[in-house]
């Protein structure tokens, strides 16, 4: 099926230590969304973005869209041990539709 | 409230049998989506319901695999003579509105717990 490139796939971390991953699609994206999946457990949605160079926060975390719409990116400054999991990007990669395509992911894991 | 509610949580079953999988959706909740994972893996899109239209059924892997969802609510995904390669968590998902706004903000999906289907 159609997937989404998400860099790195894997990232082993110290805590303290920043993080980022990096989604990257072919077609211009009307929105994109991100979500964490812990180990066990299933994806949970953390943001949204829709404007083209929009940078969103959410406390340690920096959401943002390229200009282009055509990459995101996320951010963690300072990991935490409850910052382990899998974080999927998502977007609707076929122009018009709501039918949402998950990124392959970057599990991150963060070593205390 | 109430989740995404999926049964079972678990199922077992043997090479070559049927198995139904079901999905409760938020009550109200127009859009429903199937997602595949296979173990260590990302989220296979399936199939994706919206209101009374005809589902996108572009994701399913073959034509064993078939989904239903009846009043608009519960969803039911259908896998017929189940292969080994069938195993995997199967992810309900539901959101508010499934209508394309290419400039307006989507709901986010709510998932459920999944289904962790094993074929022996």
């Known amino acids: 099926g159609q997937q989404v490139m998400q860099i790195p796939q894997y990232q082993h971390v110290q805590e303290g230590e920043d993080f980022t991953t990096y989604c990257n699609s072919s077609t211009t994206l009307s929105n994109i969304q991100w979500y964490k999946q812990r180990p066990g457990g299933h994806p949970v949605f953390l943001i949204q973005l829709v404007k083209s160079g929009e940078v969103k926060k959410q406390k340690r975390l920096t959401f943002q869209f390229g200009e282009a719409k055509k990459n995101s990116s996320l951010h963690i400054t300072a990991t935490q041990t409850t910052d382990v999991g899998t974080y999927f990007c998502?977007?609707?990669?076929?122009?018009?539709?709501?039918?949402?395509?998950f990124g392959t992911g970057t599990r991150l894991k963060v070593l205390a | 409230g109430a989740g995404v509610s999926q049964s079972p949580s678990n199922k077992v079953t043997e090479k070559g049998k049927d198995v139904e999988l079901r999905c409760d959706p938020i009550s109200g909740h127009t859009a429903l989506y199937w997602y595949r994972q296979s173990l260590g893996q990302g989220l296979e899109f399936l199939i994706y319901f919206q209101g009374n239209s005809a589902p996108d059924k572009s994701g399913l892997p073959s034509d064993r695999f078939s989904a239903e969802r009846t009043g608009g609510s519960v969803s039911t995904l259908t896998i017929q003579r189940t292969q080994q390669e069938d195993s995997a968590v199967y992810l309900c998902a539901s959101s508010h509105r499934g209508t394309a706004e290419p400039s307006s903000y989507n709901s986010p999906l709510h998932f459920g717990n999944g289904t962790r289907l094993t074929v022996t």
């Open positions: 998502a977007g609707p990669f076929t122009s018009g539709t709501y039918k949402y395509i």
